[in-house]
């Protein structure tokens, strides 16, 4: 970005928001105030360039062609318009210092694009050209809203247009990089909004600086220091060497494992739920791994095995269930775990008891066959999507279940495929890094997944993976989490937040014998001797 003087500014919305006035109306006011700048629109209108032609040929294509044009076809000339106008006007008049306005960009053809049937992966693909020119220049995107009245769209199709900036909207808001503008209101308020922006130079200077490249921060080594020092603790534990460390940090508070199958309540429900020598239904393996889940709490498990015996789908009785777990209540005992808050769900399903509601949770999944739609999913996101369509689960909830589904034989997707950031990898990514640029915490959490083994050869850190197996990024995404708790004793003063651990390290005598989902194929890899 040093070699840009200049600056971008993009402007982005449905038809009919009042883009082009409030664009029109700024470049009045920065001509007035006599400051050097520039204006285009995608695909473009100027006369003689690729951009004209693509307009012409989208808007009356009878003219030209004997068929009609494929959307994905009209994309693609859209975006080849754009490079077009990009290296032969915007990169040239940034370069020279202009301010530059753009009407459109990336962001259309990908909403627009969706609306006319194109696939997201198709339409992700097209658009990558124009992302690697521009996704380190703008300073910003105004996304512009106002109360349609009128439109050439039917509803359908302008829902899936507002979805999708709200889905880009939602990616990029933790970099700051866009702005939502109401146009509803008076329109000089508007452009004097957006102009105060555009105007203050000097903080976007400092901003562009700051956002145009993952910066890491002072302390980011020690995300890959802490990696080691719990994976070296898991290896001393197997293998009798004590102490299991020096870090006083880590002997005083309770750390997940640096590989998450490798946690105690992974063993368990890898060991005794899914894979206990019992050929299951995949009905009631599902049953099993979510009702462990619900609760994932070992004891919770082993107390409902000896009241009820034999936990399968075919033997679930709500009555049954519900009077079990209102005893341990009436008894004081927990029963659920501490590691994460399950919502209580009273809104969706009316109990005032937390379990109850849990529970018509599972029975509306079972009642759906969710089984059969896991059995036809393509991808481990649509998995997550599938959990997510439920009442009371969330982003977190649903990716951590299709993790804990995937350990079993009812999917088989690569855990490299997909992830989604939790609130604590979220605080992790922020405080290992001082920007991630426009990149997404997922983004980051891919970047140090695929860099692992470089990182830790930089550092001269000898890392002990899982007998073969790397980490994944599931396991990336749970240590950004562990290391923004570790830090909030190492480092008090880095970023703001809490500065506590709430859980204390308690030795558990009970040894276990590592077991993984045997499609991982390293369980003959562990040698016990």
């Known amino acids: 970005m040093t070699k840009y003087r200049g600056q971008l500014y993009i402007f982005e919305g449905i038809d009919n928001v009042g883009k082009t006035t409030i664009i029109s109306e700024l470049c009045s006011k920065l001509n007035k105030d006599g400051i050097s700048f520039s204006n285009y629109s995608f695909p473009g209108k100027e006369p003689q360039t690729l951009g004209d032609l693509v307009c012409q040929l989208h808007n009356k294509s009878e003219k030209y062609l004997k068929n009609e044009l494929d959307p994905l076809s009209i994309q693609l000339l859209h975006i080849a318009a754009h490079i077009d106008t990009i290296n032969s006007n915007i990169l040239p008049d940034l370069k020279a210092g202009k301010i530059v306005l753009l009407d459109r960009s990336w962001w259309s053809t990908y909403a627009y694009g969706l609306a006319s049937g194109i696939s997201k992966k198709a339409i992700t693909q097209i658009i990558k050209p124009e992302i690697d020119i521009l996704k380190y220049v703008p300073c910003k995107i105004f996304l512009i809203k106002r109360n349609l009245h009128s439109s050439e769209y039917n509803e359908e199709k302008i829902n899936t247009i507002l979805n999708s900036y709200e889905e880009l909207n939602e990616k990029y808001r933790k970099s700051n990089l866009v702005e939502v503008v109401d146009n509803n209101n008076d329109l000089s308020l508007t452009i004097n909004k957006i102009y105060k922006t555009i105007g203050n130079h000097e903080k976007y200077k400092l901003n562009i600086q700051k956002s145009i490249k993952v910066i890491p921060s002072s302390i980011y080594k ?308």
């Not at 019992?278 to 009631?284: G, I, K």
């Not at 004081?332 to 769900?345: F, L, Q, R, T």
């Not at 290992?432 to 891919?446: A, H, V």
């Not at 204390?504 to 005598?509: K, M, P």
């Open 222 to 529: 020690i995300y890959w220091e802490f990696a080691k020092k719990r994976q070296d603790i898991f290896f001393n534990r197997i293998n009798g060497e004590y102490p299991w460390t020096s870090d006083p940090i880590l002997k005083k508070y309770k750390f997940t494992n640096s590989y998450r199958a490798s946690d105690r309540v992974s063993q368990f429900l890898l060991k005794h739920v899914i894979y206990n020598n019992v050929a299951y239904s995949p009905e009631d393996t599902f049953f099993r791994i979510i009702l462990f889940k619900l609760f994932n709490k070992i004891e919770t498990w082993l107390r409902l095995e000896e009241s009820l015996g034999e936990i399968t789908y075919h033997n679930y009785s709500y009555e049954k269930y519900d009077e079990f777990f209102t005893r341990l209540l009436v008894s004081k005992e927990k029963i659920y775990s501490a590691a994460y808050i399950m919502p209580s769900g009273k809104g969706s399903y009316g109990y005032d008891k937390k379990h109850r509601n849990n529970l018509k949770l599972l029975e509306m999944m079972m009642k759906d066959n969710i089984t059969r739609k896991i059995a036809k999913a393509k991808k481990l996101e649509q998995v997550y999507q599938l959990f997510l369509s439920y009442p009371t689960i969330g982003k977190f909830l649903a990716f951590q279940y299709s993790i804990d589904i995937n350990y079993s034989e009812l999917c088989d997707f690569n855990e490299n495929s997909f992830v989604v950031a939790g609130p604590g990898a979220i605080n992790g990514i922020h405080k290992c890094f001082n920007s991630i640029g426009f990149y997404s915490p997922e983004d980051i959490i891919r970047f140090m997944t695929d860099k692992q083994i470089e990182e830790f050869e930089r550092l001269k850190l000898d890392f002990k993976d899982l007998w073969g197996r790397p980490l994944h990024l599931i396991d990336c995404q749970n240590l950004f989490c562990e290391f923004d708790k570790y830090t909030r004793v190492a480092f008090p003063d880095e970023k703001n937040g809490r500065r506590r651990i709430k859980q204390l390290f308690t030795a558990n005598s009970n040894k276990i014998e590592y077991f993984y989902p045997p499609k991982w194929e390293i369980n003959y890899k562990i040698d016990w001797r």
